[in-house]
């Protein structure tokens, strides 16, 4: 059993840019979440995906999307890169079997994002 | 909206003291609770969890009691070692919102000295 994986590790990008973080999800599990840990913070909710589709988000800016693909891998993407953008990116993924709650969520190493 | 507020850190003892970091939370429906520890250079992991009142999470030796009158779930632990060094995050889960997304508090560094 594989656990979740991202990709890259670290990263480093220059405002304005644009980025794409990879995730791979435990196998078995059908549901990816993303987080957003600024230094010496939690994590924020960014949003979850589930059969492809954005289900549910936080509060952050349409210039961060995501999409999920036919294997359950995910993908979030960054628009127009600000400073503030510099953080952790958490994966996380879960089980969720039709309207019951999610199984135990299992999160990646992260992915380090600087912005300069 | 949910919030959880955490103990501030960072957090220092020496090994085998007690270890207490205080969680409370808000929250509009009756959420799940957790509590998650990050070792430097890894990702989150699930350290204990209750899902309702008066539940009890235990693992490693750590334990936590779901307060639904006092809206806590404090972290506690006997005797600590060098290895539990670490950031401890609480976290809840309004399961009402169907989608079972987490709410974190800020974390505590806790560093235990030989």
């Known amino acids: 059993e594989t656990g979740v994986t991202q990709s890259p590790t670290h990263l480093i990008k220059t405002r304005g840019q644009q980025v794409t973080l990879r995730c791979s999800s435990q196998?078995?599990?059908?549901?990816v979440s993303w987080y957003q840990q600024a230094l010496g913070q939690g994590p924020q909710f960014i949003f979850q995906?589930?059969?492809?589709?954005?289900?549910g988000r936080g509060n952050f800016p349409p210039r961060f999307s995501g999409l999920q693909f036919p294997n359950y891998s995910s993908e979030l993407n960054v628009n127009a890169l600000e400073l503030d953008d510099s953080a952790l990116y958490l994966c996380a993924s879960s089980l969720k079997r039709g309207e019951g709650p999610n199984t135990e969520a299992f999160f990646g190493q992260g992915t380090r994002l600087t912005v300069v | 909206g949910d919030s959880v507020t955490q103990m501030e850190g960072p957090v220092t003892l020496s090994e085998e003291a007690f270890l207490t970091i205080n969680c409370t939370y808000t929250?509009?429906?009756?959420?799940?609770l957790f509590w998650y520890v990050q070792y430097p250079g890894e990702g989150l992991q699930l350290l204990l969890k209750?899902?309702?009142?008066?539940d009890k999470g235990s693992n490693k030796g750590f334990e936590a009691t779901y307060r639904k009158e006092t809206t806590s779930f404090h972290l506690e632990k006997g005797s600590v070692q060098v290895s539990d060094s670490a950031v401890y995050f609480c976290a809840l889960s309004d399961q009402g919102f169907g989608n079972e997304k987490l709410t974190f508090g800020t974390g505590t560094r806790l560093t235990i000295i030989p």
């Open positions: 196998s078995g599990h059908n549901t």
């Open positions: 995906y589930y059969r492809e589709e954005e289900n």
């Open positions: 209750a899902t309702k009142a008066d």
């Open positions: 929250a509009t429906g009756y959420p799940s």
